[in-house]
């Protein structure tokens, strides 16, 4: 079963504007962390934002935030005021909280283009 | 601060042959994974360091895959025979290995080619 669903392979926006990437996830731990990357087509991962299971509050970071819904397992991306340089690969990621499991487990990713 | 470094950052080889890819990560980062990358399967994670040890090897697809990490530092995934579908970019990444959020942070990088 997929563990983390991404439903949109590409999305387009335009500068200025906000988006909203989906990612909704499976898990029976009530542990666990959520987190997106972004991948420019040079292909490095670059981390974004974080949101462990227990934070009451959604996180933001910058124009980034997350929109967290634990009941519906959903951990959506928000990115406000969209620029060009946001064109990329967005992959939502989860890590189970069982003891010695630090591995990620990656969604498929949407790609976003940003037009002018 | 350096971040994750791999090497090399391309890598073409013939079926059958052995390559070993190289991870150096940041400074102080006690644990370290490697993940690959292809157009078929995504991202999927392979292993991971804890310091020198290797708690979790669940994700080497076969007994062809190996990995050490020497003086909790740099890490080498080795492929052995290596076939067409190793074809893929191999991502190293190395965090804190704290409890909680722990991000991991990514290098660029290998991109395996078998012919």
């Known amino acids: 079963a997929q563990k983390i669903t991404q439903t949109q392979p590409g999305m387009f926006v335009q500068e200025k504007e906000a988006v909203t990437l989906d990612c909704t996830y499976d898990?029976?731990?009530?542990?666990?962390?959520l987190f997106w990357y972004k991948q420019p087509s040079s292909g490095e991962m670059i981390f974004l934002i974080y949101q462990g299971s227990y934070d009451e509050q959604n996180a933001t970071e910058g124009r980034y935030s997350l929109n967290f819904q634990k009941a519906r397992k959903s951990a959506n991306l928000v990115i406000s005021a969209s620029q060009l340089g946001d064109s990329a690969m967005y992959f939502c990621?989860?890590?189970?909280?069982?003891?010695?499991?630090?591995?990620?487990?990656f969604g498929s990713g949407t790609r976003l283009q940003v037009q002018p | 601060g350096a971040g994750v470094s791999q090497s090399p950052s391309n890598k073409v080889t013939e079926k059958g042959k052995d390559v070993e890819l190289r991870c150096d990560p940041i400074s102080g980062h006690t644990a370290l994974y490697w993940y690959r990358q292809s157009l078929g399967q995504g991202l999927e994670f392979l292993i991971y360091?804890?310091?020198?040890?290797?708690?979790?090897k669940s994700g080497l697809p076969s007994d062809r895959f190996s990995a050490e990490r020497t003086g909790g530092s740099v890490s080498t995934l080795t492929i052995q025979r290596t076939q067409q579908e190793d074809s893929a970019v191999y991502l190293c990444?190395?965090?804190?290995?704290?409890?909680?959020?722990?991000?991991?942070?990514f290098g660029p990088g290998t991109r395996l080619t078998v012919l």
């Open positions: 990621a989860m890590r189970e909280a069982r003891a010695g499991r630090r591995a990620l487990t």
């Open positions: 360091f804890q310091g020198n040890s290797a708690p979790d």
């Open positions: 990444a190395s965090s804190l290995g704290l409890a909680g959020q722990d991000t991991q942070y």
């Open positions: 898990t029976s731990d009530q542990s666990y962390g």
